[in-house]
T-cell receptor, first 115, second 111 residues
Framework: ETGVTQTPRHLVMGMTNKKSLKCEQH?????MYWYKQSAKKPLELMFV???????ENNSVPSRFSPECPNSSHLFLHLHTLQPEDSALYLC??????????????FGPGTRLTVT | DQQVKQNSPSLSVQEGRISILNCDYT??????FLWYKKYPAEGPTFLIS?????DKNEDGRFTVFLNKSAKHLSLHIVPSQPGDSAVYFC??????????FGKGTRLHILP
């Protein structure tokens, strides 16, 4: 596997379910990110991890719970979601941001539908 | 309030002609700008970037122009090819290293 992978690619869940999204990067990067892409809205940064430490939580509701066990893996645990949480969830990774270099490599995303 | 704006949701260009994608921003503290390209069912991929100390960066068929006084940047693709049909995201980096994305512009290259 190369690049950034995400599983599952599609997920349908009820509002009372608990599920997890998984992201894995094979690029040797130290920073990982969760983004949310809703229809007709900009990509929204949700969480940032640098060297496994969470450095950013962009006012995300507690029904989204990230976990970063090591610099290659990132999870997003979901529970009691709302229909408005239906979106494409993108994982990305990068080297620790350096001046002039901040290319993020994205996974293909998980299309989440909350019913 | 959107700090990075792509006001054209879609753009159609004839194959072989120039595609110009525009982006406006409101925060004068942004120091780095990026363009990403996204195909359906795939994540965005980095395309080209420009530092705020430059006004132009070129990479093959892709050129990004930055007009700091107007807080405007544009991506030029010439000549446009069918494989360029995708959604293009403009993004800007602030001093806290946070990247803020625009909504994207869908580019259709017509045969």
């Amino acid at each position: 596997e190369t690049g950034v992978t995400q599983t599952p690619r599609h997920l349908v869940m009820g509002m009372t379910n608990k599920k997890s999204l998984k992201c894995e990067q094979h690029l040797g990067h130290n920073a990982m990110y969760w983004y949310k892409q809703s229809a007709k809205k900009p990509l929204e940064l949700m969480f940032v991890y640098n060297f496994k430490e969470q450095t950013e939580n962009n006012s995300v509701p507690s029904r989204f719970s990230p976990e970063c066990p090591n610099s290659s893996h990132l999870f997003l645990h979901l529970h009691t979601l709302q229909p408005e949480d239906s979106a494409l969830y993108l994982c990305a990774s990068s080297q620790v941001p350096m001046a002039g270099v901040d290319e993020q490599y994205f996974g293909p995303g998980t299309r989440l539908t909350v019913t | 309030d959107q700090q990075v704006k792509q006001n054209s949701p879609s753009l159609s260009v004839q194959e072989g002609r120039i595609s110009i994608l525009n982006c406006d921003y409101t925060n004068s503290m942004f120091d780095y700008f990026l363009w990403y390209k996204k195909y359906p069912a795939e994540g965005p991929t980095f395309l080209i970037s420009i530092s705020s100390i430059k006004d132009k960066n070129e990479d093959g068929r892709f050129t990004v122009f930055l007009n700091k006084s107007a807080k405007h940047l544009s991506l030029h693709i010439v000549p446009s090819q069918p494989g360029d049909s995708a959604v293009y995201f403009c993004a800007a980096r602030g001093q806290d290293d946070k990247i803020i994305f625009g909504k994207g512009t869908r580019l259709h290259i017509l045969p």
